[in-house]
């Protein structure tokens, strides 16, 4: 395997006592948002904004060209768009959820449905602030988190079918998820994209991809799916794109940037109707709330995150992680996905009910035990009460390590692995948690919790 860099700059972590641990995490309110990033020892919170650019991007930065509209580097990243993903139009945005809002609130009307592989938890809070519901067709391996299957992250292309037939005249677009983020980071294949694509065609919808893990999911594509093992990762990313009509993209992901997105598509009234919201919300058209400098940045990002070696070493690193965590005993979605690794947290915390939330009282105990922050994927941030006050829980319990790209080596990962061990030991004296303020389907960024003992 070939690590494409090496480390010119650094910056110090260190580690707090356990004592001291423990006092902060209290003081947050068993809530790891709210901990301070100087008292983190491994941040494994996010994988969005918190990658290390390249002395290319840096160099970029420097040639931010501020003027208000059409600025240099606007045009760079307007030719970069063009090549890798292809649609007629496009804007910037500051990232993905402000793509997200100036798409929905320009086309959803209160009542539509937008039916997904699984909406990450930004896309369904967009989707539902301007009246409409937002609706997962999973594939059935989805739920299945040990079972090795390589594309779980595929939409259930029957139960798409099914639901077209039923609510048509009620769905405004079908979104697909790449990779799917609240399944495990699992791959799409591209199969299942042409496939969406085709009953979309049938059904005249428009087809959008939350192209946040694009290039990840290209990766999966070459070294999984039969056909596309002499392509490059551009070449495939391209041909998804061919696919759709029009995608969301976060580039804090595969893009590499610390801030950054973009919304494009090929339906010119929809492309003017977000204009005008985006102008009111994000700015001019040409920077879409973001400097100059950030522009650059994304342009540059997007073609060094389709670097194939960059990828290997990417997504060997997760796997790394993966399989140091499954060899002690620790049940983790299987495969790994792209860009974290997730524990199944009520098959590791069996006498924890998904009530008191199992997937929280592991990310609790990571800080405690090694100062690691992860983040609960699971009842906190999914659980919703129906029309009749009955909750519903997720499948999947999840506490997901996300891992940012080229910032931390195999010898932290190493340490995550260490920190499980110590926690399976003990793991019959952890225990739940309830939530004594936070409310709404964002509750998760700032609920404060008290343990049930
Ligand atoms: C699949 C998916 N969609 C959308 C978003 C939102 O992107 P951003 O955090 O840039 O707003 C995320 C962020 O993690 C994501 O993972």
């Not at 990766?219 to 999984?224: E, G, V």
Request: charged share 25%; hydrophobic share 40%.
């Amino acid at each position: 395997m070939v690590v494409p860099f090496r480390i010119k700059m650094v910056e110090p972590v260190k580690i707090l006592s356990c004592q001291e641990r423990e006092q902060r995490i209290k003081e947050a309110h068993f809530n790891i948002f709210n901990v301070r990033s100087q008292d983190i020892y491994i941040d494994l919170l996010t994988d969005s904004g918190t990658g290390a650019m390249s002395q290319n991007q840096w160099a970029g930065i420097m040639l931010g060209d501020e003027a208000y509209a059409n600025c240099r580097n606007f045009q760079n990243l307007e030719s970069v768009v063009r090549k890798v993903f292809g649609f007629k139009h496009f804007l910037p945005c500051h990232q993905g959820r402000a793509a997200e809002n100036v798409l929905f609130s320009s086309i959803i009307k209160p009542g539509m449905l937008v039916p997904n592989n699984m909406h990450f938890d930004t896309t369904r809070a967009n989707i539902m602030a301007n009246g409409g519901k937002a609706v997962n067709l999973p594939c059935k391996d989805a739920s299945k988190p040990f079972e090795d299957r390589p594309f779980k992250g595929n939409m259930d292309v029957k139960k798409l079918e099914e639901f077209l037939s039923v609510n048509s005249d009620n769905v405004p677009l079908v979104m697909l998820t790449v990779t799917n983020n609240s399944g495990g980071g699992q791959p799409v294949s591209m199969e299942n994209i042409r496939k969406v694509s085709e009953i979309c065609k049938d059904f005249k919808k428009p087809f959008f991809i939350d192209a946040c893990r694009y290039a990840e999911n290209s990766y999966f594509i070459k070294t999984r799916e039969k056909g596309y093992s002499d392509k490059s990762p551009l070449e495939i990313a391209q041909e998804m794109f061919s696919y759709a009509d029009g995608c969301t993209f976060s580039g804090k992901k595969d893009a590499i940037v610390n801030i950054g997105g973009i919304l494009a598509m090929n339906n010119h009234d929809w492309f003017e109707k977000c204009k005008a919201r985006l102008i009111l919300m994000e700015g001019f058209p040409t920077y879409g709330g973001l400097a100059g400098r950030d522009l650059e940045a994304l342009a540059r990002g997007i073609l060094e995150g389709l670097d194939e070696n960059y990828l290997q070493s990417r997504i060997a690193q997760t796997q790394y992680l993966a399989s140091g965590l499954k060899k002690a005993g620790i049940p983790v979605v299987w495969p790994a996905g792209g860009h974290a690794v997730y524990v199944e947290a009520k098959t590791f915390l069996p006498h924890i009910p998904q009530a008191e939330f199992p997937g929280q009282a592991l990310t609790i105990e990571l800080y405690r035990e090694g100062g690691i922050r992860a983040v609960e994927i699971g009842s906190v941030m999914f659980a919703e009460k129906d029309e009749q006050g009955k909750m519903h829980f997720p499948e999947l319990e999840l506490t997901r390590l996300a891992i940012p790209r080229r910032v931390y080596t195999n010898a932290h990962m190493d340490d995550v692995i260490e920190v499980h061990k110590c926690i399976a030991e003990r793991k019959d004296s952890v225990h739940g948690y309830r939530i004594v303020k936070g409310e709404g389907p964002l509750r998760h960024f700032t609920a404060w919790f008290e343990p049930v003992e």
